[in-house]
């Protein structure tokens, strides 16, 4: 019988083969749009998604609106991105003390190889339920919504958030956000 310290042992193997692997199909998706110029936009969708910051998409005024992705803070590049795209707006650096989103990952076609330049992208947006009310979860549908318009409007490439709670997603629920999809493939973000 496999004793804690092995069972450790092989989730650690287990998480460091899934990052190789998903470090893999990441360089290949930013391989497969750095031709179409959109690197930067996939770079950009977790950080809007990260802060409600007044003039930045997806900002959500005069209401409490959740926000934060857990152990995510943006990477210099995209920092001199954002202050280039977003001039006299303070860019928040960090990461969030308490991040509403446990994870976000891009599924579907990217970054495999059924993905096309015509390919839309869909993330899973997942988040704890027990800590946010029904109100701020709705703002949040709102944020996601006003991004996923930005996108469309100002780069016409059509993106789809699901949002999804944490506990349902690990007893294999999906789609809490009243459209189904199935993750053909995930790339954790």
């Known amino acids: 019988m496999a004793t804690v310290s092995d069972i450790l042992a092989r989730i650690s193997s287990y998480e460091e083969k899934f990052k190789k692997y998903n470090s893999i199909r990441m360089k290949n998706l930013y391989r497969a749009v750095a ?47 954002l202050s280039k795209r977003f001039p006299g707006v303070e860019i928040a650096r960090g990461r969030s003390a308490a991040p509403f989103i446990q994870m976000a990952a891009l599924i579907g076609s990217c970054g495999t190889i059924a993905y096309t330049k015509q390919s839309d992208f869909d993330f899973w947006i997942c988040y704890q339920e027990t800590k946010h009310d029904r109100e701020m979860i709705g703002h949040f549908k709102s944020k996601l919504r006003a991004i996923e318009k930005w996108i469309y409007d100002v780069y016409n490439m059509e993106i789809h958030f699901y949002l999804n709670e944490i506990s349902r997603v690990r007893n294999n629920i999906f789609a809490d956000d009243d459209e189904q999809i199935s993750g053909l493939s995930l790339i954790h973000i």
Request: aromatic residues 8%; proline residues 11%; glycine residues 6%.
């Open 35 to 81: 031709e179409q110029s959109i690197a930067n936009i996939i770079e950009l969708i977790p950080y809007l998604l990260h802060v409600n910051i007044v003039d930045m998409p997806g900002h959500i005024p005069g209401v409490a609106v959740p926000h934060g992705i857990y152990d995510y803070a943006p990477s210099s590049s995209l920092v001199d991105f």
